[in-house]
């Protein structure tokens, strides 16, 4: 079964206007719908950093118990969390090209392929 929907823990947590601490939360993989959508939102077409913002108010389930995530709360996240959700959104949606390993004819020595052009990635011996 394919698993979309990832928990996490924020390294400080959100604060709500009530003054309640919201640390864990749950992010699902981004659609092509959800990169699109984003991609209109008037804030992004002003300033192109406003792309994480919009993005991960796309994906973003929930945060403690609140489930309505909007761009304004993704801005009033400390810095922390915010780079923390971003390092998970990227670590959740790139899709690396698969690894080939290959062995030397001559000396027997294995290492990777980079088939992006770049030459060998490394022994693997």
Do not use: W
């Amino acid at each position: 079964m394919l698993h979309t929907e990832y928990e996490f823990t924020l390294p400080v947590g959100y604060v709500d206007a009530g003054g309640s601490l919201h640390r864990g939360g749950v992010m699902r993989l981004c659609t092509a719908l959800d990169e699109l959508e984003a991609l209109e939102d008037p804030r992004v077409r002003a300033k192109q950093a406003y792309l994480s913002v919009v993005l991960l108010s796309r994906v973003i389930e929930r945060i403690g118990g609140v489930t309505d995530i909007t761009p304004d709360l993704v801005e009033r996240l400390f810095s922390a969390d915010f780079a923390y959700l971003q390092a998970l959104f990227v670590r959740l949606n790139d899709v690396q090209p698969p690894g080939f390993e290959t062995q030397c004819p001559n000396c027997g020595s294995r290492f990777a392929l980079d088939l992006n052009g770049a030459g060998a990635a490394g022994s693997v011996t």
